[in-house]
């Protein structure tokens, strides 16, 4: 099982948090431009044990930080123009501003199917891989619903990143065992899972995965031939994480 991180705040401090690592991983880097992916990147695959690097565009608070239907139609036009002239790895964050800037749901109504066409859009006709990182699904209901509005794509060639972090929601074992079951199903190598948190995010106050809970979700992931885990996110790993994580890197 391939073993990756998300780092949304690659510092210097958060990134030294790889000398850990003693398999070979991916990570899905957190920039609000394309300029400062690339002076990442290029610092990064220089590591015998960093195998690819993602960009993860992330907005300006303000515009909505994460990508949706309701973010300022500016800044996604500029993250996507942006995308088209240099083709890059990149991981599409779609989540709603509710918790970074909640008035846009007002202020970007009006754009809402203009902007839902852009993502799809864009989605569809970019030349480079594509992972599209979403909310995880209770039902086919819920599904839709996230289809309605703009938070799930429906595309074959695309990489589905489903955000199963165990220490915000209680999930059962048998719920994640018929999930990712389902979602492996569905989109074979594709279907990829994002657990955590082991550091918090932009919230600030995301509590920690337990080292045990950990352990179980990995067996479950492996138990279910999941092809690759990202784990949320690199500034948090200690010695305790890495030592489990280890033991299910291939």
């Known amino acids: ?3 990756s991180f998300f780092e949304e705040f690659p510092t210097e401090k958060d990134l030294a948090k790889l000398d850990l690592i003693k398999w070979k991983t991916k990570l899905y880097l957190a920039a609000p431009g394309l300029a400062l992916f690339k002076q990442l990147q290029q ?8 195998l690819e690097t993602i960009y993860w565009p992330v907005l300006k608070k303000k515009e909505g930080y994460w990508i949706s239907p309701f973010s300022q139609r500016k800044a996604l036009q500029r993250v996507f123009s942006e995308l088209k002239k240099q083709v890059v790895p990149v991981m599409l964050d779609l989540e709603l501003p509710t918790t970074q800037h909640p008035s846009l749901f007002c202020t970007e109504f009006l754009h809402f199917s203009a902007n839902k066409k852009m993502i799809s859009e864009f ?3 970019y030349y480079g891989e594509t992972y599209l990182a979403e909310y995880f ?5 819920r599904k839709k619903r996230l289809e309605l509005v703009g938070l799930h794509y429906q ?3 695309v ?3 489903k955000m199963f972090y165990h220490s ?6 048998d719920f994640l065992r018929e999930s990712w079951e389902k979602g492996r199903q569905e989109l074979g190598k594709k279907y990829i899972l994002g657990l955590g948190t082991i550091a918090p995010g932009i919230q600030g106050d995301e509590p920690l995965l337990a080292l045990e809970q950990l352990k179980r979700d990995l067996t479950i992931a492996r138990e279910q031939k999941i092809k690759e885990v990202i784990i949320f996110r690199l500034g948090g790993l ?3 994480y890495t030592r489990v994580l280890a033991r299910f890197a291939d």
């Open 137 to 141: 699904p209770l039902d086919e209901k």
């Open 238 to 240: 200690t010695k305790e």
């Open 155 to 157: 595309n074959p060639k």
């Open 168 to 173: 915000l929601h209680p999930f059962t074992e």
């Open 159 to 161: 990489n589905v990143v």
């Open 43 to 50: 610092k990064l695959l220089k590591r015998e044990n960093v």
């Open 1 to 3: 099982m391939l073993i």
């Open 123 to 125: 989605i569809n006709s």
